[in-house]
């Protein structure tokens, strides 16, 4: 049963170039979730998905950024003329999303991360 | 201040000893996460407390929630060497896991 896959796991862009992170859920969960953790810092929420949704977006650049969760496939983070203030890792997480009684969202799971430099 | 506070940020001990890390909200929660976190690594699931619970144990891990005072703890009892990483409670508001800036805990052997 694998857990949340993430590729590429180390990814490198010069200034200008675009940054495509993958994700694949675990299997059984629909909905998927991207954080940012710059150097020394927390993980700071970007963006929730469903298939085919972008639930909440809130935490996401306005510019440049951009992420998606097709029907097929994984979902994919694009970063568009990167600065090197982008440099970060990268993780995505997925959870099942069964709602209990209290209305408690599920646990999710993280992936390993892809940990992007910008030269 | 951030959301998902924890405290100490660092914490230094000796194997066997017990270490306790804080957490402290400001939403009104579903539940909270703590999270462990590996040097260069992704993050691992530790333990889900829901917002009616008060206590809950996982192993060496015991976890209590003290939602009157919007708070957290994290036990881990008779610390390992393997112990050693950064420790992150995450409040879950809606779907959205806001984390703090997390413990560094270092087990010595």
């Known amino acids: 049963n694998a857990g949340v896959m993430q590729n590429p796991r180390h990814l490198v862009r010069r200034r200008g170039q675009e940054a495509r992170l993958r994700c694949s859920p675990m299997k059984g969960h629909s909905h998927v979730y991207w954080y940012r953790q710059l150097p020394e810092e927390g993980l700071k929420f970007m963006v929730y998905l469903q298939k085919e949704n972008i639930i909440d977006e809130s935490g996401m650049p306005k510019e440049r950024f951009s992420a998606e969760f097709p029907k097929e496939g994984p979902s994919i983070l694009r970063i568009q003329q990167v600065v090197r203030g982008d440099s970060a890792a990268y993780f995505c997480?997925?959870?099942?999303?069964?709602?209990?009684?209290?209305?408690?969202?599920?646990?999710?799971?993280f992936g390993p991360g892809t940990r992007l430099t910008v030269l | 201040s951030q959301q998902g506070e924890e405290d100490p940020q660092a914490l230094s001990i000796q194997e066997g000893e017990n270490a306790t890390m804080n957490c402290s909200y400001k939403t009104s929660i579903n539940n909270l996460q703590w999270y462990r976190q590996n040097s260069g690594r992704g993050l691992v699931h530790l333990i889900l407390i829901r917002s009616n619970e008060r206590e809950k144990h996982s192993g060496r891990l015991r976890v209590t929630l003290d939602t009157s005072k919007k708070s957290s703890s994290l036990l881990i009892t008779a610390s390992r060497a393997a112990d050693t990483a950064s420790y992150f409670c995450g409040e879950t508001s809606g779907s959205r896991l806001t984390f703090g800036e997390g413990t560094q805990l270092t087990v010595n052997p």
């Open positions: 997480a997925s959870s099942h999303h069964v709602l209990s009684l209290a209305g408690a969202a599920d646990t999710q799971y």
